[in-house]
């Protein structure tokens, strides 16, 4: 049996390997970027912020006319944020307002509520009741970003806060990889859809809905080609047609060795094939391989080389789950060039026992309680979904290893496995 590291590692290997995905990058608007992988490492053309600024409302001054503690200053400018002053004369002092240019000659802002405003025949005037140092409340033009820096590395994962840090720098395009493209399918002659009266034996294929919903949120170009049948010439047939246009297969069931089960078959015939015993549960079988493309007139090209990459995972609804969150979707992003593609985990206190340690390395459903602890939750079962729901991720407990109460466990919540 593997383990989840050399399992993974293989994968990873494969992906850095195939640069197809990653040669074929576009340029997209920033605004359309979200959950995107950026193909080159972007550099910005200017300071952040560009010019000296105030933090406050309040009034520009030079600080040396201020040390009495009560300096008495005319007021001789109204500068709002996008305005440009004019130079700041020796005891003047400037209205202005926060995200406003600082005006040459001044260098201290003094906060409005430091200040009296007067105004009489002879003019406004303020009283700076407060003595300012030297840059007091001013923002400084490259103070968070200076022109050259390098803002965003190629292989970023694309989320609000980057984008709104390309933005900050003026970027209104991104070189970004090409959508993965992504074929999914599901096996079993017991599937039946939600909507559909379920016959004796049947079950719902909510697999097609959590795989779904995980391949969507990581951004691809998603094809369903939907149940198809225990057959072997059907799951042939679907994965010649899936392999043509799109970059990765994924499958749910047939991947064990019963009769039942022609995803091995199908896809040796089609391509090549590894069947893993992963020491990990749940989950355990893991098929992973390629398919062989072969073209039609009129079949678009564009990114894609010899083969369609091949992944399928266990039936079991849990184990699906967690095998696309451990395998899949580390696969998915480094395809894309990412390299920080595992999640982080944090160390957490175990408030349950698990007293039967397990050959294999075992990913268990848990909850965080209202003491900052762990709970389990108490089916451990792999066709248990509701753990999933009940959950707010997984502990990461490797192979042999029993758990007492007060133990440190390695936690891994779902929202850094999904997205
Ligand atoms: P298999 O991997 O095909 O041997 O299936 C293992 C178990 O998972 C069986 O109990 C199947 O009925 C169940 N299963 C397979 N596919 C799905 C699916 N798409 N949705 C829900 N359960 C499934
Ligand atoms: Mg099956």
Same mark, same amino acid.
């Given at each position: 049996?593997?383990?989840?590291?050399?399992?993974?590692?293989?994968?990873?290997?494969?992906?850095?390997?195939?640069?197809?995905?990653?040669?074929?990058?576009?340029?997209?608007?920033?605004?359309?970027?979200?959950?995107?992988?950026?193909?080159?490492?972007?550099?910005?053309?200017?300071?952040?912020?560009?010019?000296?600024?105030?933090?406050?409302?309040?009034?520009?001054?030079?600080?040396?006319?201020?040390?009495?503690?009560?300096?008495?200053?005319?007021?001789?400018?109204?500068?709002?944020?996008?305005?440009?002053?004019?130079?700041?004369?020796?005891?003047?002092?400037?209205?202005?307002?926060?995200?406003?240019?600082?005006?040459?000659?001044?260098?201290?802002?003094?906060?409005?509520?430091?200040?009296?405003?007067?105004?009489?025949?002879?003019?406004?005037?303020?009283?700076?009741?407060?003595?300012?140092?030297?840059?007091?409340?001013?923002?400084?033009?490259?103070?968070?970003?200076?022109?050259?820096?390098?803002?965003?590395?190629?292989?970023?994962?694309?989320?609000?806060?980057?984008?709104?840090?390309?933005?900050?720098?003026?970027?209104?395009?991104?070189?970004?990889?090409?959508?993965?493209?992504?074929?999914?399918?599901?096996?079993?002659?017991?599937?039946?859809?939600?909507?559909?009266?379920?016959?004796?034996?049947?079950?719902?294929?909510?697999?097609?809905?959590?795989?779904?919903?995980?391949?969507?949120?990581?951004?691809?170009?998603?094809?369903?080609?939907?149940?198809?049948?225990?057959?072997?010439?059907?799951?042939?047939?679907?994965?010649?047609?899936?392999?043509?246009?799109?970059?990765?297969?994924?499958?749910?069931?047939?991947?064990?060795?019963?009769?039942?089960?022609?995803?091995?078959?199908?896809?040796?015939?089609?391509?090549?094939?590894?069947?893993?015993?992963?020491?990990?549960?749940?989950?355990? !079988?893991? %098929?992973?391989?390629?398919?062989?493309?072969? *073209?039609?007139?009129?079949? /678009?090209?564009? +990114? #894609?080389?010899?083969? &369609?990459?091949?992944?399928?995972?266990?039936?079991?609804?849990?184990?699906?789950?967690?095998?696309?969150?451990?395998?899949?979707?580390?696969?998915?992003?480094?395809?894309?060039?990412?390299?920080?593609?595992?999640?982080?985990?944090?160390?957490?206190?175990?408030?349950?026992?698990? !007293?039967? %340690?397990?050959?294999?390395?075992?990913?268990? *459903?848990?909850?965080?309680? /209202?003491?900052? +602890? #762990?709970?389990?939750? &108490?089916?451990?079962?792999?066709?248990?979904?509701?753990?999933?729901?009940?959950?707010?991720?997984?502990?990461?407990?490797?192979?042999?290893?029993?758990?007492?109460?007060?133990?440190?466990?390695?936690?891994?919540?779902?929202?850094?496995?999904?997205?």
């Amino acid at each position: 049996m593997l383990s989840v590291a050399e399992a993974r590692a293989f994968l990873l290997a494969a992906a850095d390997a195939h640069t197809a995905v990653r040669a074929a990058h576009e340029t997209e608007p920033t605004l359309a970027a979200n959950g995107r992988v950026l193909a080159l490492a972007q550099a910005s053309q200017l300071d952040v912020p560009p010019m000296d600024n105030t933090q406050m409302d309040g009034y520009a001054v030079r600080a040396a006319d201020c040390v009495s503690g009560s300096a008495r200053l005319q007021v001789t400018q109204r500068i709002p944020a996008g305005h440009v002053g004019a130079a700041l004369l020796p005891g003047t002092a400037a209205r202005i307002f926060t995200g406003a240019m600082i005006p040459p000659g001044a260098d201290a802002v003094v906060m409005q509520e430091a200040c009296e405003a007067q105004s009489d025949a002879s003019g406004d005037h303020v009283i700076v009741r407060h003595v300012p140092a030297v840059g007091d409340w001013i923002r400084r033009a490259g103070e968070d970003i200076r022109a050259g820096d390098e803002i965003l590395a190629a292989g970023t994962r694309l989320r609000a806060q980057e984008l709104g840090l390309a933005a900050s720098v003026g970027l209104a395009g991104l070189p970004l990889v090409r959508k993965l493209r992504v074929a999914v399918f599901f096996t079993g002659d017991e599937l039946a859809m939600p909507g559909e009266v379920l016959k004796p034996g049947a079950i719902y294929n909510s697999n097609r809905f959590m795989l779904r919903g995980l391949l969507e949120n990581l951004g691809c170009e998603l094809t369903d080609f939907g149940i198809v049948p225990d057959t072997l010439s059907a799951t042939r047939d679907t994965l010649r047609r899936a392999a043509r246009e799109h970059d990765l297969i994924i499958t749910s069931g047939g991947v064990s060795v019963g009769e039942e089960d022609h995803i091995k078959p199908a896809v040796e015939v089609e391509g090549r094939l590894n069947m893993w015993q992963i020491a990990v549960k749940p989950g355990k !079988p893991l %098929a992973f391989g390629e398919v062989r493309r072969v *073209r039609r007139q009129g079949d /678009d090209e564009n +990114g #894609l080389d010899g083969h &369609a990459f091949f992944l399928g995972l266990p039936g079991n609804p849990v184990s699906s789950f967690v095998t696309f969150l451990l395998f899949v979707r580390p696969f998915m992003l480094r395809l894309q060039g990412v390299q920080d593609v595992l999640p982080k985990t944090y160390a957490m206190r175990a408030d349950f026992s698990w !007293p039967k %340690a397990d050959r294999r390395n075992e990913f268990l *459903r848990a909850r965080i309680n /209202d003491q900052g +602890g #762990l709970e389990l939750f &108490a089916n451990q079962s792999s066709g248990v979904l509701t753990s999933t729901v009940w959950g707010d991720g997984l502990i990461d407990n490797p192979a042999g290893r029993t758990i007492n109460v007060g133990d440190m466990v390695q936690f891994i919540p779902f929202s850094a496995l999904q997205g």
